[in-house]
Nanobody, 118 residues
Framework: VRVMESGGGLVQPGGSLRLSCAAS????????MMWVRQAPGKGLEWVSA????????YYAESMKGRFTISRDNAKNTLYLQMNGLGSEDTAVYYC????????????WGQGTQVTVSS
């Protein structure tokens, strides 16, 4: 099982980024997926989740209206479109596979750094 994030980088306040997560080694559309982030010096923060077919999406309150999670099951890829970024969004963003029974994250990527700064 492997999940690998890409698309992070440096962006100015108010800007946008789209993160991608390429999944392999498992049946992608059997699992919900989520994004989790960790800001410098802080704990893990759940960002967003999406069910196996993309039919249901969930967001942390501070991300609603700014972030959009989506998936392309034909490409085994998860996305996170982030708009209106602020310094508080600076963090390492992790792509996480969700275990079907526990709904905990069971496989994590290595993370991609997002830095919001002028």
């Amino acid at each position: 099982v492997r999940v690998m994030e890409s698309g992070g980088g440096l962006v100015q306040p108010g800007g946008s980024l789209r993160l991608s997560c390429a999944a392999s080694g498992f049946t992608f559309d059997d699992h919900a997926m989520m994004w989790v982030r960790q800001a410098p010096g802080k704990g893990l923060e759940w960002v967003s989740a999406i069910k196996w077919n993309g039919g249901s999406t969930y967001y942390a309150e501070s991300m609603k209206g700014r972030f959009t999670i989506s998936r392309d099951n034909a490409k085994n890829t998860l996305y996170l479109q982030m708009n209106g970024l602020g310094s508080e969004d600076t963090a390492v963003y992790y792509c996480v596979r969700v275990d079907n029974l526990s709904w905990y994250g069971d496989y994590w990527g290595q993370g991609t750094q997002v830095t919001v700064s002028s």
